[in-house]
């Protein structure tokens, strides 16, 4: 079991989080950040293993990872 | 629940300039990491090029100098010279490394300098809005290779890492790429063997990263990496040609 | 003390060795290369780094390296190697390094020749480099100044955080004369800034850079501020009779040895003449010529070049139809009978 | 006659090409206009912005530090050059992205939430072009009929797309925001 | 003819073209990107070589060989760049070639800023290379000057045999306005120096290196000789009103553009005002200053910049003190307000 | 009696300032040799580097001009940019080609522009009274090494007749030395070959010569001949690297 | 059998020439040059094959070889 | 009192050494003394020359247009200076390498075969030595003594080299050459 922290004035959308998550934790959100971003945010919580894929990948190291 | 990722001590916690998907990013992420772990953030001065990573300070908690466009081999090369013990290394971009400033790459290179340089091949000039590299692709379309990088009038592109494996001043030399987990995993192998050569005295140590430039490659993120994996890496292998 | 006889380039790199410097970085360019050897030579003595770079530019780089991190460090080259260099001094100066240039100027323009000119006036004085920055330009006319004022710039560099450069030529550089190695008690200048790992303080940067909106400007304008502490404190500047005198010579460096010979004849001749030899070139003496309010005063500028520091003065004298100008470029050296000729023509 | 507009967001949002068209506009109209553009490591992240100055008379500066219009696309381009414009001035605000829109007292405000609409309109690219919609509502320094023309010349022979701003220009200039 | 709106980068490389420039050689850099990529288009189009050099000095060096084979040759980048260029542009005006070289400045000094500036005039005018060289200077202060003096250009290189440069700045460059793309009719200037193979005729150099005792200082000589030629006939200047000013404010390129809003808003409240905006900046226009001989005159002059074109008219005005200056580095430009303030303030 | 060895045409007749012995002076004659053999005199233009060879224009009756210390190869770009037909050559020495203008040489080769270049390799800086070269074997003593050139500090002595021959741009990249006759006539046919490269549209193409500068190697001309053979060829193997 | 014609004004006294040449028919003389060099002339003339050994290493172009 | 004193010849002759010489002996004698080499590409090959200057006022150059002495040690150089020789003026032509000495008949002009007398005395390298022999023979600037320090300077701890060069100076100080 894990978790993820998504820091959403960190993340630039770019979405790279999403496509690395084995368990498709992760989703666009339709809330937009101080830039107007359209941030990341995980939608299928309890997904998640904690594997820390998506923060490995993040360019923007705006995800803290939990387990 | 225990923090299992999170921002390593050496990484400012601060919004970066860089577009979305931006390989510098992670880059600079694995460099903090490796310094952290190795222990040497107190004695190691970075180096910053002049490219995209050019605000480089702002992003590091480390002491960090400016270098001319393509010179920080040779400023890293001045700041050994005073206390050896210091760790020195630069972070380069393939315009500042390969292009204007090769001739100080080969010969800190060919020297030997006891350094390390962090050398980003996105196969582009990022910061001045997508020109040619001397790493760009026969065929890519650049804001100076409008039909294409033209093989015939600028030839292939250069192989750094392979080349600068044949001088014998180099320790440790390098190609891995940010393209997907197992690979952004093997890159901070390489970064930490590289600086870990430093440490140990051996002399020129460099690893060559295959890094997204999403915005002039004209690419979403994602697509910028799989580009990495199937075009990129074609022409650039990846391996340990140094060590 | 006793006097020993060296060539000039050498009493640069005793003065440099005396002074402190233990970092030489440099590319060998004909007429400054006894320079380069002796630095190789003296290094290896006293345990200093000496490095034969790959080019000037890396050169000039390699200095900036070793500013950085708190060493006093020198490079040496002469007029199209100097040229090589501008973008690195351009940087030294936006990043307040400090840092010993020496260019022992050739005939040029190109390639030239390696005859002795003082041809790179402008450059060295006015920014042969991009922006807003000086540098302090010291002129040694002779052996014994060529140590001195070395000497003088590296405490200059540390105590302004500039890089000062000594504009000598091939002249000064090849010949010997005697000279008096008197030991250097150099300024210990702290330096709170320098790079050396973030260890029990806040990590720092040295950088040229400012992208914030206003801060290039504000940067720029304490670079001004430190301009003017400078001129305030720094000008140095020889004169000889010059409130009596009718005709005032202005020359430097070598073209100064020459003219105060003639000024002597001149004076033997009954000619009332006088002169005014500026060792910094930046900041200039421009004092002395505004201190000299009296019309009838003329000056002769000897310079060996078109005509460069003449610029200065036609701007400092209050009126350019008062001063002329002697000079060639290409190797020429005035004769000193023939500055005398000029002084006459002028009364 | 002489009319500063700056057009700001963050890069991607098209306010580049705002500025483009509308200086365009003003010279297929007549007038003496410039056009500068911020760039550099600027754009890259952080916020764009583009600086329209059409006039009568001859501009000395293409660079306004107290423009009478300011087409702001997001939150940190609202509030950096919000404060700038000049007395009585003209601020057109993309909603979609503008939580807290910029409060002075002294200017016309004109809220639109140029984002979800162009969103609506089935391309998110033209939020731009609703902007400028809004834009000639309020103020008729440049015709429609010119800022067309100056849109084909910018981007030629994409019909599709072409349509689709015809119509996003128009959806600006019917909203009411006030 | 219509009007066309092309940013200034453009609208240099197509001047560019249209004078017949076919080779042109550059490297990256900001604020000058959008001419290099330009060129990269255009000499597609027109069968014409465009080339992506691996660095500065390389880009200038291709000119070199380039002009040397008798072409049209152009290079341009932005202050640091430039910085880099000046051994080249050395050997050039040393060699005697023609060339075109652009620098549209930005903030320094170092890495500086990416703003406009004008803290280039001294690099440019004075010679940032070594040696007695000059450049003719070019600073146009609209698009449509962009145009015509980077067409100009061209032939005062090939007349002269001379490298020229356009000093624009990032406001310029980056800035769109109307321009006319006026046909060029260059001069078609004879080049019977140009090396294409020694057929049918004897074998031909190009050098700058003179060792011949007295060699360089003749060639020196010729070439003052020439400039004194470029003196007497290309000095470009534009003026306002000068004769009956009091005040006379003196700028170019950007600062010229306020400067002539800031003189029309003094006329109209009343104050005596004109302007000299130097077009060549190189041969500076100083019979302008001198033939307004008026004591009470006063000069204003504005610049983006810490004060460098100011020491060129306290030379000419035949007296300093009746000088002023008004501007600041790094990215600053005058506000027309301001300058009308500075001009209220000397009446 | 027929002449069977005399000047030839491009040679003109007339002192050189080099030293007693110096190789300079036979790499010119094969240099003008093989353009007269090739008949391509009226249409070659040469670059003069900045070294001992500064004033090749008094030597060689073609179309010559000069460039700055270690630009020839961009120069030469320029120059064949504008008449591709002409034959375009650069001669330069280690400094001059592998120190300070080694940036310049790899570019060139990378490009693959249709030049050739005459490389004298001669472990010195002749011109400039004797210093380190990039060539300069370890533990030779020159004024710049007063202890010997140091491994530690400046690394080996660098190959580039190899290195180049990495670079796809290069059709053809060969060594030689003019240490005694058999040699000399192999330098001959190398130096053929390189300019035929060019004729024929081929790509960058570069002879490394080994060359003698007794002068500075402090030994007569006689020893200087043998230290090529013995020491020389050593650290720099003769051969062909690429064709 | 061959012959060889030195120029004396060309000849720098380097003597590769009677390094490499099989026959031994050059020596140096005693004779100076306008430089103050003393040049190398042909001795045992008779034994010159024309083989242009000399000439081919000649620094100078000095050595001009007949047969 | 002031001596302008050449020496010239060919790269390796030595001629800078009799600079270097005459001005160390110049300044232990408590005079202002300047030496002056060529340089440069000149040096190969072509001639060298130095110039040293002892004066017992300040020096303005170390360059001479019109020296006092010409120690003349090769037929080129013989020429290229001889004729700048001041009126009165003394020139030491070494008539080993130089066949038709250089006519005026306003100079002192001594002739010795310094490179046969070198060659006889078994060490062709210290014909520069029999010329500063000739020299102060000639005139006593300098003391033999003076000369002899200053050798040991230049050239310390060879022993043999030292003796046969003491030799050597003998020699050229003894020679008839009129
Ligand atoms: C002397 C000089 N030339 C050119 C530039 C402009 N410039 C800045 S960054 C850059 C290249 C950037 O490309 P790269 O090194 O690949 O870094 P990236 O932005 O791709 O990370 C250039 C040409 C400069 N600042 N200085
Ligand atoms: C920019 C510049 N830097 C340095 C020099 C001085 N310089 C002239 S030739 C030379 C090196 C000569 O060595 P090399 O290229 O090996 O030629 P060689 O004389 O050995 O044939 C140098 C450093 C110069 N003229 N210009
Ligand atoms: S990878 Fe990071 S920046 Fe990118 S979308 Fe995910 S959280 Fe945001
Ligand atoms: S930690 Fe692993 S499973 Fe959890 S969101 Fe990240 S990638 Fe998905
Ligand atoms: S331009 Fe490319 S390299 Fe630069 S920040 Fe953007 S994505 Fe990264
Ligand atoms: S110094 Fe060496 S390379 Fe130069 S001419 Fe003399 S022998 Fe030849
Ligand atoms: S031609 Fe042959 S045999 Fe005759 S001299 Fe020359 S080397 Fe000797
Ligand atoms: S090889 Fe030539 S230069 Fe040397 S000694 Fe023989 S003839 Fe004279
Ligand atoms: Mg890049
Ligand atoms: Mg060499």
Not at chain 2, 1 to 11: D, E, P, Y
Not at chain 2, 26 to 52: K, S
Not at chain 3, 239 to 247: D, F, G, H, K, Q
């Amino acid at each position: 079991m894990g978790k993820v922290v998504i820091n959403p004035a960190r993340c630039k959308g770019c979405k790279l989080c999403i496509e690395v998550c084995p368990r498709n934790v992760l989703v666009p959100s339709s809330k937009n950040n101080h830039l107007g971003i359209y941030v990341v945010e995980p939608k299928k919580v309890g997904e998640c293993t904690g594997c820390s894929r998506c923060a490995m990948i993040c360019p923007d190291v705006a995800i803290e990872v939990y387990r | 629940m225990k923090k299992v990722f999170g921002r390593t001590r050496t990484l400012r916690d601060t919004h970066t300039h860089y577009c979305p998907g931006c390989g510098h990013g992670i880059a600079h992420r694995l460099v903090a990491e490796v310094i952290d772990e190795l222990g040497i953030r107190e004695r190691t001065i970075g180096i910053a090029p002049v490219g995209c990573a050019v605000l480089a300070y702002y992003y590091w908690d480390l002491d960090i100098c400016e270098a001319p466009h393509g010179r920080p081999p040779a400023v890293a090369t001045g700041m050994k010279s005073v206390n050896p013990k210091n760790i020195v290394f630069t972070y380069q971009g393939d315009g500042d490394l390969a292009a204007i400033g090769f001739n100080e790459t080969i010969h800190a290179a060919n020297r030997g300098e006891n350094i390390t340089v962090i050398f980003i091949n996105n196969a582009i000039y990022g910061m001045t809005g997508g020109q040619m590299a001397p790493t760009t692709l026969c065929g890519q379309v650049t804001a100076t290779t409008p039909s294409g990088r033209n093989a015939e009038r600028y030839g292939q592109p250069i192989h750094v890492a392979e080349l600068l494996g044949h001088l014998p001043g180099v320790t440790f030399s390098s190609r891995v790429a940010l393209s997907d987990i197992p690979n952004i995993m093997k890159t901070k192998q390489a970064i930490k063997k590289a600086f870990q050569a430093q440490m140990d005295g051996k002399g020129f140590s460099i690893v060559e990263v295959l890094s997204p430039c999403p915005t002039y490659w004209r690419k979403t993120p994602v697509e910028a990496l799989k580009f990495i994996k199937k075009d990129m890496t074609k022409i650039f292998p990846l391996g340990v040609f140094k060590e | 003390m006793s006097k020993i006889l060296m060539c000039g380039n050498e009493v640069i790199g005793e003065a440099a060795v005396q002074a402190g410097c233990r970092h030489y970085f440099g590319y060998p360019i004909t007429p400054q290369n006894e320079l380069t050897a002796y630095m190789a030579r003296r290094m290896e003595e006293v345990g200093g780094v000496f490095l034969q770079s790959e080019s000037e530019l890396a050169a000039i780089n390699m200095v900036l390296g070793a500013s950085a991190c708190g060493a006093r460090a020198m490079t040496s080259s002469s007029s199209p190697g100097i040229s090589l260099k501008q973008e690195g001094i351009s940087y030294i100066a936006g990043m307040e390094l400090p840092a010993v240039v020496v260019n022992v100027m050739r005939g040029g323009p190109g390639l030239g020749n390696i005859a002795p000119s003082q041809s790179d006036y402008f450059q060295a004085v006015k920014g042969g480099g991009h922006g807003d920055y000086r540098l302090i330009v010291l002129a040694p006319s002779c052996s014994q100044e060529l140590y001195d004022l070395t000497a003088l710039a590296f405490d200059l560099a540390d105590t302004y955080r500039n890089p000062v450069m000594i504009l000598a030529d091939g002249m000064l550089g090849q010949m010997m004369e005697p000279v008096t190695l008197k030991k250097i008690n150099s300024k210990r200048v702290k330096k709170p800034w320098v790079l050396t790992g973030a260890k029990n303080r806040p990590a720092r940067m040295l950088r040229s850079l400012f992208l914030e909106a206003g801060a290039l400007e504000k940067h720029n304008e304490k670079l001004q501020e430190k301009y003017r502490r400078i001129k305030a404190k720094e000008v140095r500047c020889e004169t000889y009779n010059i409130s009596r005198a009718e005709v005032i010579v202005v020359a430097y460096g070598s073209s100064a040895r020459l003219t105060k010979a003639a000024v002597k004849m001149a004076e033997e001749r009954g000619i009332k003449a006088g002169y005014i030899k500026p060792i910094t070139l930046w900041p200039f003496p421009e004092e002395v010529f505004i201190n000299e309010k009296d019309k009838d005063k003329r000056y002769l500028v000897v310079e060996m070049n078109e005509g460069q520091m003449v610029e200065d003065v036609e701007r400092c004298a209050g009126d350019r139809k008062r001063v002329s100008f002697y000079g060639h470029a290409g190797g020429w050296i005035p004769q000193v009978e023939d500055i005398f000729k000029r002084i006459k023509k002028l009364v | 006659m002489r009319e500063e507009i700056i057009a700001a967001g963050f890069g991607g949002q098209g306010v580049m090409l705002i500025g483009k068209i509308l200086a365009y506009a003003g010279m297929l109209e007549g007038k003496q206009v410039t056009y500068f553009p911020s760039y550099g490591a600027e754009v890259r992240g952080g916020t764009a912005n583009s600086t329209t100055i059409i006039s009568t008379a001859e501009i000395p500066t293409p660079i306004s530090s107290h423009p009478d219009v300011l087409l702001a696309m997001n939150s940190p381009s609202c509030k950096k050059f919000g404060s700038r414009l000049k007395k009585g001035g003209l601020l057109i605000a993309n909603t979609s992205l503008i939580e807290d829109v910029f409060k002075r007292s002294d200017l016309t405000i004109m809220k639109i939430p140029a984002t979800s609409l162009a969103h609506d309109l089935g391309n998110k690219r033209s939020a731009n072009m609703i902007m400028i919609g809004a834009y000639l509502k309020y103020k008729a320094i440049v015709s429609l009929k010119s800022v067309e023309k100056a849109f084909s010349i910018f981007l030629p022979g994409k019909k599709d797309f072409w349509d689709i701003n015809k119509k996003a220009l128009r959806l600006g200039m019917e909203y009411e925001g006030r």
